[in-house]
């Protein structure tokens, strides 16, 4: 069964070494408010609950947008539309620009005046508002429902309130409606969505990424982890898609940005889109994890990034197009080798066993309780057991195959069963044809540009390799096991052939293709009938199958999640993460990674110049820029320096952030930008599953190495310049000023989830 099945809650027992409590949780703003203002105040905050939300004012929620809807998060950090977010984040857009003439992965990018600026593939979304539907979304349900009916309910309710709220509105809209806590709550999003971004700065790798994928989830870090961009909006600041007459959008908020420097101790706060976590995944689903999905999936990446790495090294064209797609890949591979690590290493089976054992005996000490709850656990348990043996083939029909080579996903998205083509093939309308040929052939030089067939013929040839290997017989495609009779199990021989014979293995074979297109002729490519094999037996084999015990396993998560609220009425809990926004506070703090080894919360440049590996290769993950080293020997470091002379590089905090968390900005106790977040450290590796609080920390760019960079280093002042600089270090707020509820008698129970 999947790993990320979408969990609610955090748990009861963690603990911090520091003051404070609230390290723990992903909060909706919405809520801070009622559940975390107070203990916010306690953490540091000197700003009102309406200063980080209001529908009505400005507030920080307008400064914070969702790159495409997610993936990453960007800061506003001008009143001309300038935004922030990490490298990794703009990697795509730097990667998608560059050539072998110019080269801005290796050597950066800088638009000294806008006119310079390059369009972005991506938009950005602004949070205009969220709203409580649970009633709304929930009339009619009762728990004598069963789960399917219940379900259709739901949707339902769910369909009639977006039609009535999108009623009017345009293509720059967007309105989404989750699910929170398994079910037990719905709540409503409102989105303005700008088209029109464009890049603005972006560091070479070699700071952008420097230390690569050795020191990539860990700490130490010496990560100039930030690229720059702008949003743009019509001639009446409204969204817009990309246009020469557009200007620099005037956003209701942007975030001043300090250069006082972090300290121990200090408020942290960080707000953003994180993508998902699985907080309150059981036992069972700990150990499928731990014993087949994460070492199924380290296998097949591994396997995938030694292919793209033997081309990549042979020339430089082939290295910019597999940039963006090696760096994907090598990031998930190695947070699934840590997170299988660190579920082992700090017990989180035991843990979420404790749990369960706790939850079950609570839930039958009363016969009221026991009727509702007492089955949670065990309808979890028999819907594991029954799904258990599709973990593994699941786990290769999406890594190795679906995401495997790419001529498997062009032709999966351009005649898929999902695809335009697809029911234009079936429908046999002759003009709905015509328009799906011309949609992939729109599609076609973007698909190339970034494709080598060389590697293209290996990943296949090696995927198909390791699903027939590993992969139970039973979900083998005829296809696959002609290999072993007609090609006598060679591999490479049967990917040769297919290439030579596929429209797909080029462009200028595909446009021939197409202008020759048929139903009869497309159902002749070999490529697009193991395809076709691929996915029936998927829906047929993996997906339907699992749908038999859905039901079960969606109920007694529901049960389980509201129950163990319940068992803790004198606790907060946060929702899992799921790609909305959310703010997490806690402080700047150091932690001990094992036993005799003490972390510092800060690194400098002095670490970079440690780190170096002296070589010519500029894409070397070592490799240190002459011009940084210059500005390093000279101590010319101008505003950015801490008081002793040293220049800052990175930092730590106690946040709660996961992946689509990468970009946030970390803000201090007066809203103002000190940090962007972009990574967590190795020894607490597992936190997406369970909270470690003694060690889990956000590793952050420090916002003074950032500028220095723009300033020193690229000679971009200009974009500085925009920005509102504040001098001023924060002055704390004496426990006595903290303005605290008298209906508020003993300090806030510790905090939850992501």
Not at 264 to 279: F, K, L, N, V, W
Not at 573 to 589: E, F, I, P
Not at 658 to 669: D, E, F, L, R
Request: glycine share 8%.
């Amino acid at each position: 069964m999947k790993r990320n099945i979408a969990i609610a809650l955090a748990f009861i027992f963690a603990s911090s070494t520091f003051t404070v409590k609230a390290n723990e949780g992903m909060w909706l703003p919405l809520l801070i408010k009622r559940l975390n203002h107070v203990d916010m105040q306690k953490c540091g905050l000197q700003l009102t609950a309406e200063e980080i939300y209001s529908v009505n004012n400005s507030s920080l929620k307008d400064a914070i947008v969702a790159l495409g809807g997610g993936f990453c998060t960007g800061e506003i950090i001008s009143g001309e539309g300038l935004m922030l977010t990490n490298h990794h984040c703009g990697f795509g857009t730097i990667q998608a620009n560059s050539t072998t003439e110019h080269d801005y992965l290796t050597d950066g990018f800088w638009a000294m005046n806008k006119e310079q600026e390059i369009p972005a593939d991506f938009g950005v979304w602004f949070l205009d508002r969220m709203d409580d539907v649970t009633d709304i979304v929930l009339n009619g349900v009762t728990d004598e429902m069963k789960e399917g009916e219940r379900t259709a309910l739901i949707q339902q309710n769910i369909a009639a309130l977006k039609a009535k709220e999108s009623a009017e509105k345009g293509d720059d809209f967007r309105l989404q409606i989750k699910s929170f806590y398994y079910g037990n709550e719905y709540y409503m999003f409102k989105y303005n969505v700008f088209n029109d971004v464009r890049l603005v700065g972006a560091p070479p790798s070699s700071i952008g990424k420097y230390g690569g994928d050795t020191d990539n989830w860990m700490w130490p870090r010496h990560t100039g982890d930030f690229s720059m961009f702008r949003v743009y909006a019509n001639k009446d600041n409204k969204p817009a898609d990309f246009a020469e007459e557009n200007v620099p959008y005037k956003p209701k908020h942007h975030l001043p940005v300090s250069i006082a420097g972090v300290e121990q101790g200090d408020y942290a706060m960080i707000m953003g889109y994180p993508g998902s976590t699985d907080r309150y995944l059981t036992s069972y689903g700990v150990q499928d994890a731990v014993t087949v999905e994460q070492p199924a999936r380290v296998l097949i990446r591994r396997k995938k990034l030694d292919i793209m790495e033997i081309g990549m090294n042979k020339e430089q064209k082939v290295r910019i197009q597999y940039a963006s797609k090696h760096a994907g890949t090598s990031n998930y591979w190695k947070y699934f080798v840590g997170q299988s690590a660190q579920l082992v290493k700090n017990h989180v089976y035991d843990k979420k066993k404790a749990i369960e054992d706790a939850y079950v005996k609570w839930a039958n000490a009363d016969k009221k309780r026991a009727a509702k709850y007492g089955n949670a656990i065990t309808l979890i348990e028999e819907a594991y057991k029954k799904n258990n043996q599709y973990t593994l083939p699941n786990v290769y029909f999406e890594e190795a195959i679906f995401q495997g080579p790419d001529v498997f996903s062009f032709v999966m998205g351009n005649l898929g069963f999902r695809s335009e083509m697809k029911g234009a093939l079936a429908s046999e309308d002759e003009g709905k044809i015509k328009a799906a040929k011309k949609g992939i052939k729109e599609a076609a030089p973007a698909y190339f540009k970034d494709y080598n067939q060389e590697i293209d013929e290996n990943l296949l040839a090696s995927m198909l390799e390791m699903f027939y290997t590993n992969v139970d017989a039973a979900y083998h495609p005829a296809t696959l096991t002609e290999i072993k009779t007609k090609y006598k199990g060679d591999f490479k021989a049967f990917a040769k052939k297919y290439y030579s014979k596929s429209p797909f293995a080029s462009e200028e074979k595909l446009n021939i293709w197409l202008d020759k297109f048929s139903k009869k002729t497309v159902e002749k490519d070999p490529i697009y009938n193991l395809m076709n094999e691929f996915i029936d037996i998927y829906i047929q084999q993996i997906i339907m199958p699992q749908q038999l015990s859905a039901e079960s396993l969606a109920k007694g998560m529901r049960l389980f999640v509201d129950g163990t609220i319940q068992m803790n009425k004198d606790k907060a809990y946060a929702s899992d993460a799921n790609s909305t926004m959310r703010v997490t506070y806690g402080n700047v703090l150091a932690y001990d990674g094992a036993d005799a080894i003490h972390y510092s919360h800060i690194t400098t440049l002095e670490g970079v110049m440690q780190k170096e590996v002296v070589t010519d290769n500029k894409n070397h993950e070592f490799y240190v820029p002459k011009k940084l080293k210059d500005l390093y020997n000279s101590k010319d470091y101008g505003q950015y320096a801490m008081k002793d002379g040293r220049l800052p590089v990175g930092f730590l905090s106690n946040n709660d952030i996961t992946g689509g968390n990468s970009g946030s900005p970390v803000i201090n106790a007066k809203g103002q930008l000190i940090g962007t977040a972009f990574d967590g450290n190795w020894e607490a590796m597992s936190g997406d599953i369970y909270f470690e609080p003694n060690i889990q920390r956000t590793i952050s760019v420090d916002i003074r190495y950032t500028l220095f960079i723009i300033d020193k280093y690229a000679g971009a002042g200009h974009l500085v310049k925009e920005m509102t600089l504040v001098k001023e270090p924060v002055k704390p707020i004496k426990k006595a000023e903290i303005a605290i509820p008298k209906e508020v008698i003993e300090e806030p129970t510790e905090t939850s989830a992501h």
